[in-house]
Structure formats: structure tokens, C-alpha cells
């Protein structure tokens, strides 16, 4: 099925925005007659399904019941967002999904490891002032960043309304998850006066300098430069801040280690490889399964398994606490050992320039 849905003018949302992204010219607007079908009449590709429209019908009803939008202007709002094919292609072959050897290659290289260094450089102030109030080594979240957005000089090019209402309604396997991702997009652009037409970021939607999700935006998101707004897409102060307090509400514990290389002997580790939850056995007791640190690690840490696919066989390292809370930014295994081995290069090459 290959539509145009829906998207966003708020008459009563639109206003300033937390993106230095500037409003559209004004258009004359089209007569909201016959609310749903009568917005989407003439800008179909193909067909729409009657289950398909449904769907958007409840979801607008809900938003009006569960938190007082007025039907009419979600009407017109999702009468905008137009369906990206390319985002749902881009989102069933996501880049996480690549081997360890080819995914390392794009994410800790010379040139990040140089811009990092100079994040660091121009932001230290901020850096520091986050260590000290969240906890978080300034590397990391330099790292974080640099992941993310290449300190924020790649952002996204999508609106951040078809990314999400496009993955909502036409994306069944994670449906369910981008509709809530919706709902609270609209309820940022209502609390924050945005103009979310303009909004751009991922293809999955997520938003400015860290790429937060609409819901890590409103939970998480902090005004670390005390201007009084927060601003994820123009401020590096308020980035900064907001990703130290992601991490930190997930539990990152000051001071103490992310991941340490390992090896095994034997078949039985695997009963013991990350699977996504927080690490249960302590060092000491996963070595009943094989396992040895090939580094120093208290045998009281708790302690998981991890499985780096390499060209030519695997690589294994014993991840901790801080590990699984960076894997809660991106759930990928790649991801995070990406943002642990691209922080300890900055940091080393900052420390040379010193």
C-alpha cells in the first residue's frame, strides 16, 4: 500500500520553535470540510484502505479524548504528512544491522576522532559542567554525539511529521511504538508552541544534535544553557546536557567500567552472551562458563557477554553496567561499543594535543 498520509499546521501550535529551522511562507490554507476524507481527496497514490484510514480516524479521536486537541486542526495537521517510501526501506535495513568489521569502519574514524577532539575543545566548559552535575565522561558524550550527528553537522533531512506518520500507519511491525512517538511529538509541539511542519531529523524521527525520539525529547531533555528554552537542534549546550541526563537516568554509575576484551574456551559462554537486559552474574561467577577478562575487572562486577562478529572469526568482551545504559540510546551491540571505542580515541588524541 503506498499513500500520502498526513501532517501538521497547527493553527494553534505554530509559533516559535526549538529548531533554528525558519516557517514556511505563507499559502492560502484549504477549506477543512468532511474532515478526513475530504483533506486527503486528490493527493492518493493508489489507494487508501478503509482499515488504514480507521486507523488514523482513532488515532486522531483518541489524541482529541485523551489529551483535548481540537479534531479539526489534527485534521488538518495529518492532513499534510506525506508517506516516504524510503523511510520504511531505509528503516528494515538499518546500518546497526552490519557486521562489527564493516560497521566500526564507518563511525571510529580519523576524521571523527579529529571533529571530536575539537567538540570537545569548543564545548569543554559544558563537558566539564555535565561530568560534574550527570556523572558522565565528557568522551562519552562527546561520542554520543559524534555517533549521532557528527556533532551535530548531519542532523537529518526528513520531516520529523512524515518520518513518524509514515512508520505509525504503514510500518505494522513497530506500529504501535511510532504512533506513541507521534502522540508525543504533538504534545511537545503544543507545550513548546513548535512549528512542526519544519521540524527535521532521521528517518525514524528522531530529533536535533543527539537525535532524541519525541518522548526521550520531553522526558529527558534539558535547558542546560538556562536561556529558557530547550533547544536540541541549535544549542550544543542543551545537547550536551540532555544527553548526560539520558544517561544518567538510566542508571550510569560515575567512575566505574563500560567493557573489557574477554576470551572463552569452550561452547557454554554463549548461555551467557548480552541479550538485551541488564548484566546478572558477577565476573567471578560468569568464568564457570569460559569466560576470562583479558583486562583487570573486579570479580564482584557484574558482568554480560559480548559477540563482535570480525572478518575472521569473533571478538568478546565483557560489557558492565554502563554499557547496557549506553545500549538504551540505541539498542544495538554495534552502537555501543561504537560510542565506548570512538570516546577512548578522543580522548587519547585530545590528551596527546595537550
Not at 96 to 124: E, L, S
Not at 197 to 211: D, F, H, M, W
Amino acid at each position: 500500500m503506498r499513500f500520502l498520509i498526513y501532517a501538521f499546521g497547527f493553527f494553534a501550535l505554530a509559533g516559535c520553535v526549538t529548531t533554528s529551522v525558519a516557517p514556511p511562507t505563507a499559502e492560502p490554507r484549504p477549506e477543512i470540510e468532511g474532515g478526513i476524507e475530504r483533506k486527503i481527496e486528490g493527493k492518493i497514490e493508489g489507494k487508501i484502505e478503509g482499515e488504514t484510514k480507521g486507523e488514523i480516524e482513532n488515532f486522531i479521536g483518541e489524541m482529541v479524548e485523551r489529551h483535548g486537541f481540537v479534531q479539526v486542526e489534527l485534521e488538518d495537521i495529518l492532513g499534510q504528512a506525506q508517506y516516504q517510501e524510503g523511510i520504511i526501506k531505509a528503516i528494515s535495513q538499518p546500518a546497526t544491522a552490519r557486521p562489527w568489521y564493516a560497521y566500526r569502519p564507518v563511525f571510529v574514524t580519523p576524521k571523527r576522532i579529529a571533529a571530536g577532539v575539537a567538540f570537545w575543545n569548543t564545548n569543554a566548559a559544558d563537558l566539564e559542567r555535565a561530568r560534574r552535575d550527570f556523572g558522565i565522561p565528557e568522551e562519552i558524550i562527546a561520542a554520543v554525539i559524534g555517533v549521532e550527528t557528527f556533532y551535530g553537522t548531519q542532523n537529518g533531512k526528513h520531516r520529523i511529521l512524515d518520518s513518524l506518520t509514515t512508520l505509525a500507519f504503514n510500518y505494522p511491525r513497530r506500529a504501535a511504538f511510532f504512533r506513541g512517538e507521534l502522540e508525543q511529538y504533538l504534545l511537545m509541539g503544543r507545550n513548546q508552541q513548535a512549528d512542526l511542519l519544519n521540524i527535521r531529523g532521521s528517518y525514524a524521527g528522531a530529533i536535533g544534535i543527539p537525535q532524541f525520539m519525541p518522548s526521550s525529547y520531553r522526558r529527558y531533555a534539558v535547558d542546560f544553557n538556562n536561556d529558557g528554552k530547550i533547544d536540541l537542534s541549535g544549542s550544543a549546550t542543551d545537547a550536551i546536557g540532555s544527553v548526560a541526563n539520558y544517561l544518567k537516568s538510566y542508571g550510569w554509575e560515575a567512575g566505574q567500567l563500560i567493557a573489557v576484551p574477554a576470551m572463552v574456551n569452550g561452547e557454554d559462554y554463549r548461555e551467557v552472551l548480552y541479550s538485551g537486559h541488564p548484566p546478572r552474574y558477577t565476573v567471578s561467577e560468569i568464568g564457570q562458563w569460559g569466560v576470562t577478562p583479558r583486562w583487570y575487572a573486579p570479580g564482584s562486577r557484574l558482568a554480560t557477554l559480548v559477540e563482535l562478529e570480525m572478518k575472521n572469526g569473533k571478538e568478546y568482551w565483557l560489557a558492565f553496567n554502563n554499557f547496557h545504559v549506553i545500549t538504551r540510546y540505541n539498542r544495538s551491540v554495534n552502537y555501543a561499543m561504537s560510542v565506548l571505542q570512538l570516546a577512548e580515541e578522543i580522548r587519547a588524541a585530545r590528551a596527546s594535543n595537550l
